[in-house]
């Protein structure tokens, strides 16, 4: 039950929620904190945040306030590698990453926690690299009260592996094959190398070892298994994957005995980028654009592949709607709408 009371007439009574104040292009945040005695300096500044009245409340067993309510909902929300913030402030649970890692959300358990109406998570987008401390979500109770058992009900509807989780990218040892006449020959310098030993340095992996094969798809095949010779647990080649009748690096990933291979993209840059496995190494076809342009498909699939899943057409094909990178004259990726 909730009683209104003038504000002038609160004081002494006890806040029964977070009081929030907004100074344009200052401060955002909790001016009073729930619990918080009223005491009669107060009462200017309520008014001032445009509070004329002050709820007294008195629950029923059958109600919930929306502090219980973000602590049940963070806890069911929050799965492996997820933290708490630690109190509810505005109502408001955040979610943070224990560590390092691939941020990982189940979006259909998502949209049917939304469908409830009463309660809410907002996340970061699913399959992002995040770091540790990093919010990558948050949920509350949209009233400031509500019926237990709807918070209870979808509490209890949440996977037991929750909705959000920190996935730890493994680090491995990666081959690299630079193929290309022009590169073997040269006649001119490799682009490719720097490029790719800082993305794989990005996600804690180390290049072992770096081959240059011509335009022949025999060659290419040999340095892809002198990679794994070395002991290389992920192949990344780089050129050769056009449509040009030189172009025989896909030729030569099949001759090198990959599996499960999935060529061609709806993502741009990446339009001919290829995934695939031999045995259980991924190997990775990386076409020209990974030179030219900052952010490429490889950036959207490598964590996801370091982290064991097999990419599939499906993965890719849902990547086409957000696959369309802007070439922004400032790159801000992953805070834009690439690959989401």
């Not at 002991?231 to 009748?245: Q, Y």
Request: charged content about 25%; overall charge neutral; aromatic content about 4%.
């Amino acid at each position: 039950m909730r009683k209104s009371v003038p504000v002038d007439e609160a004081v002494g009574m006890v806040l029964p929620h977070d009081i929030t104040e907004i100074r344009r292009d200052e401060f955002k945040g909790r001016a009073f904190k729930k619990g918080h005695i009223i005491q009669p300096e107060d009462v200017e500044h309520l008014k001032r945040l445009g509070k004329e009245h002050i709820y007294v409340l008195t629950l029923t067993p059958s109600e919930i306030h929306e502090n219980e309510a973000a602590a049940l909902l963070a806890a069911a929300i929050g799965g492996p590698g997820i933290e708490q913030s630690k109190e509810a402030v505005e109502g408001k649970i955040s979610l943070l990453a224990a560590h390092d890692g691939l941020l990982k959300v189940d979006t259909h358990a998502l949209y049917k926690l939304n469908m409830a109406g009463e309660v809410m998570c907002a996340t970061l987008h699913n399959n992002r690299v995040v770091k540790k401390g990093q919010q990558v979500a948050a949920t509350r109770l949209i009233p400031l009260i509500s019926q237990r058992d709807i918070v209870e009900g979808v509490v209890q509807a949440a996977p037991a592996a929750g909705i959000v989780r920190v996935v730890t990218i493994p680090k491995v040892k990666a081959g690299l094959v630079i193929t290309g006449n022009e590169v073997f020959h040269g006649r001119i310098k490799d682009a490719f190398e720097p490029v790719l030993r800082a993305k794989l340095k990005a996600v804690g992996s180390e290049v072992i070892t770096v081959r240059f094969a011509p335009d022949n798809a025999e060659i290419i095949a040999a340095e892809i298994k002198n990679c794994l010779s070395m002991g290389a647990r992920l192949v990344v080649t780089s050129g050769g994957m056009s449509v040009d009748p030189d172009d025989v690096t896909r030729e030569g990933i099949k001759a090198a005995g990959a599996e499960n291979i999935v060529y061609g993209t709806p993502v741009l840059p990446g339009a001919m980028f290829l995934s695939g496995t031999i045995g259980q190494v991924p190997v990775l076809g990386l076409p020209a654009c990974g030179m030219f342009h900052r952010i490429t498909i490889f950036d959207l699939i490598l964590p996801r592949v370091l982290c064991g899943e097999r990419i599939s057409r499906e993965d890719f094909a849902a990547l086409g709607h957000g696959g369309l990178c802007q070439n922004c004259e400032t790159c801000r990726y992953p805070v834009c709408g690439f690959g989401k």
